[in-house]
């Protein structure tokens, strides 16, 4: 079992984002490269068609995983956002009946 606090699963989120961003951005300079090497007359042959194939083929792998980083971020933050509300109203109840002040829940630990 993992124990995170909810602005680390946020922290992670974001880098995620970032690192899918990055490799979007790095995927279609790549993408771009292919199609300039596929249309340029000067370099073609088998060495020219063996790596534009693999330029083709990473780029078309690439949308799966990106989908899967993204989907992943969605449902940890979806997680840790059911997590949070759940505390807030479980926290509120308990300073209800206590008659005290609710503390910050942001450094709260929640379970993965």
């Known amino acids: 079992m993992v124990v995170i606090n909810y602005e680390q699963v946020e922290e992670s989120?974001?880098?995620?984002?970032?690192?899918?961003?990055?490799?979007?951005?790095l995927v279609d300079?790549?993408?771009?490269?292919?199609k300039k090497l596929s249309s340029n007359e000067s370099w073609n042959g088998m060495a020219a068609n063996y790596y534009i194939s693999k330029m083709d083929r990473l780029c078309k792998n690439f949308d799966e995983m990106f989908a899967e980083i993204e989907n992943s971020i969605l449902?940890?933050?979806k997680c840790s956002g059911g997590y949070q509300e759940i505390d807030k109203?479980?926290?509120n109840e308990i300073c209800t009946n206590l008659n005290i002040q609710s503390p910050n829940l942001s450094n709260s630990k929640?379970?993965?």
């Open 110 to 112: 929640i379970f993965f």
């Open 29 to 34: 300079k790549i993408n771009n490269t292919s």
């Open 75 to 77: 449902y940890m933050a």
């Open 13 to 25: 989120c974001n880098e995620l984002h970032q690192l899918a961003k990055n490799m979007k951005e």
């Open 89 to 91: 109203v479980v926290m």
